[in-house]
């Protein structure tokens, strides 16, 4: 492909589409040569300037359904549409604690046998000397190899999480 014809096409007004049918290739190698020409349509270069446009101010802004906060929706920036990034990743790392807590039956100490809040609980690897990873932020892990983490910890509440890693508890036994 050469770029003098590319950029006649360009200066003619030309779209991807038509150049691709003109030169009687796909528009997928037009726009590889475009890329490799550093060359733009007005098209695309009008549109680009358009969608940097539509977030300019609060107007075209997108608000989370859960916390009303309001962002500029990025795909690439991981947002979802409707939802936050924070709210997305908390959601997640809800189900997960959900999954584990339903995976491993009750939510109660195994010292005290309290039974509290999720933030109240923690697990406690018995042999920390075998911990792979922490169990707090494994929301990204597979479910198997937090299955098998959790195989080597005990559901503890906090104050007896304390307790057992200041000396006052021997769980070994």
């Known amino acids: 492909m050469d770029k003098s014809r590319l950029q006649k096409q360009i200066d003619k007004g030309s779209t991807e589409r038509e150049m691709a049918d003109k030169f009687g290739v796909s528009q997928t190698t037009i726009r590889y040569w475009l890329k490799k020409f550093s060359l733009k349509t007005k098209n695309r270069q009008a549109r680009r300037v358009n969608r940097s446009a539509q977030h300019v101010g609060t107007g075209n802004l997108d608000k989370c359904h859960e916390c009303a906060r309001k962002f500029v929706y990025t795909r690439k920036a991981g947002h979802r549409v409707g939802k936050c990034n924070s709210c997305y990743q908390a959601g ?56 098998m983490e959790l195989d080597k910890c005990i559901l503890l509440c906090v104050r007896c999480h304390a307790e057992v890693h200041s000396g006052m508890h021997d769980l070994a036994t």
């Not at 790392?93 to 046998?113: D, L, M, P, T, V």
């Not at 309290?114 to 990204?140: L, N, Q, T, V």
């Open 92 to 147: 997640r790392r809800r189900r997960r604690r959900e999954q584990i807590y339903e995976a491993y039956g009750s939510k109660e100490c195994k010292i005290c046998e309290y039974s509290g809040p999720d933030r109240a609980m923690s697990w406690h690897h018995i042999y920390p000397e075998e911990k792979s990873f922490s169990i707090g932020g494994s929301e990204c892990r597979s479910w198997k190899s937090v299955k």
